[in-house]
């Protein structure tokens, strides 16, 4: 990778350094997919690996962190959501290994769980939907926040990432780290956002299908082939079931899950469930889902979670090549911009 130029190294100056890394890129936390082998190459190509803890036990996300830090000596986080019925006890396991970073995704984190994390001298980062919540979430102890627009696979918010950006940015980036994701798929968007006031991006799409990635050859070569418009927001069934939307490839797994939401809404009705327990339902069957998908390569009834950043990925290649492309992109960007006086 050729030198950077001092005007990317001074954009990118805030989250590196808040990362620990070479580059203010982050890989956003892909269940099933960010673990020990894609996590590790990335924080060793100069990026910022973080592990998805999904639905994990705290027993396996102890393995998977110690395993992790076997395989690199660089810094990387770890994604907990907060909807998880042992919440405080992953955060525990996260205190336990010294985790420097630790994500929390999936709503407003209960009571305790920020101060929780902080207690062990980790960095707290929470996603934030709208300017209101971020400012919610940087009083309540947040010390960085990451803005994903729609166009992101997997979990997704309805509004798009330049809007997000355009909101957020020119309120909280002077004085507060947010990093930018979804449907980032170059480097001529992450310099942009960087211009605008970003810390740094995040990425999943792209790093899914990479040679360290352990998803099926299937999972990827249906990455390989598909168009931005293929992938496509799950639709809500009932409006008295708050399901957040997913994103991924059009197969007969996005017509299942509608069949599941009709399922869930009965118990809903029939008193079975209570609204939390409908919820987890609906989080277990993506869980299952995107496992068929991405472990066992049945890409027609799996869960093909991918954003519309997908028509980029188009061929299988190490972790390190695709964010020196990335930062080169990024670079070469920035110095065709005039620097301000």
Same mark, same amino acid.
């Given at each position: 990778?050729?030198?950077?130029?001092?005007?990317?190294?001074?954009?990118?100056?805030?989250?590196?350094?808040?990362?620990?890394?070479?580059?203010?890129?982050?890989?956003?936390?892909?269940?099933?997919?960010?673990?020990?082998?894609?996590?590790?190459?990335?924080?060793?190509?100069?990026?910022?690996?973080?592990?998805?803890?999904?639905?994990?036990?705290?027993?396996?996300?102890?393995?998977?962190?110690?395993?992790?830090?076997?395989?690199?000596?660089?810094?990387?986080?770890?994604?907990?959501?907060?909807?998880?019925?042992?919440?405080?006890?992953?955060?525990?396991?996260?205190?336990?290994?010294?985790?420097?970073?630790?994500?929390?995704?999936?709503?407003?984190?209960?009571?305790?769980?920020?101060?929780?994390?902080?207690?062990?001298?980790?960095?707290?980062?929470?996603?934030?939907?709208?300017?209101? !919540?971020?400012?919610?979430?940087?009083?309540? /102890?947040?010390?960085? $926040?990451? &803005? @994903?627009?729609?166009? =992101? #696979?997997?979990?997704?918010?309805?509004?798009?990432?330049?809007?997000?950006?355009?909101?957020?940015?020119?309120?909280?980036?002077?004085?507060?780290?947010?990093?930018?994701?979804?449907?980032?798929?170059?480097?001529?968007?992450?310099?942009?956002?960087?211009?605008?006031?970003?810390?740094?991006?995040?990425?999943?799409?792209?790093?899914?299908?990479?040679?360290?990635?352990?998803?099926?050859?299937?999972?990827?070569?249906?990455?390989?082939?598909?168009?931005?418009?293929?992938?496509?927001?799950?639709?809500?069934?009932?409006?008295?079931?708050?399901?957040?939307?997913?994103?991924?490839?059009?197969?007969?797994?996005?017509?299942?899950?509608?069949?599941?939401?009709?399922?869930?809404?009965?118990? !809903?009705?029939?008193?079975?469930?209570?609204? /939390?327990?409908?919820? $987890?339902? &609906? @989080?277990?069957?993506? =869980? #299952?889902?995107?496992?068929?998908?991405?472990?066992?390569?049945?890409?027609?009834?799996?869960?093909?979670?991918?954003?519309?950043?997908?028509?980029?990925?188009?061929?299988?290649?190490?972790?390190?090549?695709?964010?020196?492309?990335?930062?080169?992109?990024?670079?070469?960007?920035?110095?065709?911009?005039?620097?301000?006086?």
């Amino acid at each position: 990778m050729r030198a950077l130029s001092d005007k990317t190294k001074a954009l990118m100056a805030r989250g590196t350094e808040f990362l620990g890394s070479e580059h203010a890129i982050m890989c956003g936390a892909m269940s099933w997919v960010s673990e020990r082998n894609l996590v590790s190459a990335i924080s060793n190509a100069g990026g910022f690996g973080v592990i998805a803890c999904g639905a994990m036990t705290p027993a396996l996300l102890d393995a998977e962190i110690a395993a992790t830090k076997a395989m690199t000596t660089r810094p990387f986080g770890v994604n907990l959501i907060t909807m998880h019925p042992a919440l405080f006890d992953l955060i525990a396991v996260c205190s336990k290994h010294r985790v420097s970073h630790v994500v929390l995704a999936g709503g407003i984190p209960p009571k305790g769980s920020v101060e929780a994390i902080k207690e062990s001298g980790a960095k707290v980062l929470c996603f934030a939907p709208t300017l209101a !919540l971020g400012k919610k979430l940087l009083r309540s /102890g947040a010390d960085a $926040l990451v &803005i @994903e627009g729609s166009e =992101a #696979g997997g979990h997704i918010g309805p509004v798009s990432t330049s809007v997000l950006a355009q909101e957020i940015l020119p309120s909280l980036a002077a004085d507060h780290l947010v990093f930018v994701a979804g449907g980032i798929g170059r480097g001529e968007a992450m310099a942009a956002y960087l211009e605008m006031g970003a810390a740094g991006v995040q990425l999943g799409t792209r790093f899914a299908a990479a040679s360290e990635s352990i998803a099926h050859p299937a999972f990827k070569k249906a990455f390989f082939r598909a168009s931005a418009r293929e992938a496509v927001a799950s639709v809500q069934v009932d409006p008295r079931l708050p399901v957040i939307p997913v994103r991924a490839l059009k197969n007969k797994g996005t017509e299942e899950f509608t069949a599941k939401q009709v399922e869930v809404a009965k118990l !809903l009705d029939a008193g079975s469930v209570d609204m /939390g327990e409908a919820q $987890l339902q &609906i @989080e277990h069957y993506w =869980a #299952g889902a995107l496992r068929r998908a991405v472990i066992d390569g049945d890409v027609e009834n799996g869960s093909v979670m991918a954003g519309q950043s997908v028509g980029m990925v188009t061929k299988e290649e190490p972790v390190a090549d695709i964010i020196a492309e990335l930062v080169g992109e990024c670079d070469a960007a920035l110095a065709q911009r005039p620097v301000a006086a």
